[in-house]
């Protein structure tokens, strides 16, 4: 399996960057050289926790009119945005509900995304195909960070995750990514561990180290179930765009059995693709 070296042409646009896996995804991009482009509502917040070496471009995937800029000469696109799977102060009320409201919001999807700006259909469903749709023609890859269980959604935990429509939501995005002939990779992690991190402060980033002591383990057609450190994730999400043999790929990933001195990418990845 041959990889692949960032370049000075290699402009990577992440969405989502200010949140837990996005953070650490600038962070091991910056690492590896490569010329990062970050997605934000709040530019100022972003300048800071990557220290100003990260292009700034203002933007929001749920309004498909301001992604134009942030694309442009893209060359890779790693989308980590997401909301609670759950209605909470995430789901950005406006104004704060109350508690009729709240029974509403728990039980009209119709009412629930008309009330809210930023629910999982807004931003892992519309806002996922605005920046499908925004991509240039040319992109080499675009990388999703969807969800274990987008197959299983009739199953425990599953169906109680999906509560509220998270993975159908998730699930339109991948269609959207894969029905658009672009060159992608799906990475479906299990429950999110490690983090966020809260400090902003891109050394701290760069030193990140998984809480546990587990290993990596990959898996295809939705069959496995676990927890996922957000660090393996967003290492995940960079060294896929390093193997074009990746190219094409949906993987779940969570973290199992004992883990190495170091995570063989090269190795994990051969052992999925087919």
Wanted: aromatic content about 6%; hydrophobic content about 40%; some cysteine.
């Amino acid at each position: 399996m041959t990889s692949v070296k960032a370049s000075e042409e290699n402009l990577v646009l992440v969405a989502g960057a200010t949140g837990g896996v996005g953070q650490i995804v600038v962070a091991k991009l910056l690492e590896k050289e490569f010329k990062v482009r970050v997605l934000t509502r709040n530019p100022t917040k972003a300048a800071n926790m990557f220290n100003n070496k990260v292009e700034v471009v203002v933007g929001d995937i749920r309004e498909l009119s301001t992604l134009s800029s942030a694309t442009q000469d893209v060359t890779h696109i790693i989308c980590c945005t997401g909301t609670t799977a759950f209605p909470s102060a995430r789901w950005e009320f406006d104004p704060q509900p109350n508690l009729i409201e709240w029974g509403m919001i728990f039980s009209d999807s119709a009412y629930r995304d008309k009330k809210a700006k930023n629910t999982p259909t807004k931003v892992d469903a519309q806002g996922v195909s605005n920046l499908v749709a925004a991509a240039p023609h040319n992109l080499q890859r675009f990388v999703f960070v969807s969800s274990c269980g987008i197959l299983r959604k009739n199953q425990l935990p599953f169906n109680i995750l999906n509560a509220f429509g998270v993975l159908d939501a998730k699930q339109k995005g991948e269609e959207a990514i894969i029905n658009s002939g672009l060159p992608y990779t799906i990475i479906r992690p299990g429950r999110l561990i490690d983090g966020p991190y809260t400090s902003y402060d891109l050394n701290t980033l760069l030193r990140a180290k998984t809480g546990g002591k587990l290993g990596v383990v990959l898996g295809t057609g939705d069959t496995i179930a676990g927890d996922a450190s957000r660090i393996d994730v967003a290492a995940a999400c960079v060294e896929c765009i390093l193997y074009p043999s990746t190219e094409g790929q949906i993987f779940e990933l969570v973290n199992k059995g004992a883990r190495p001195p170091a995570i063989e990418w090269e190795k994990l990845f051969s052992q999925i693709v087919s």
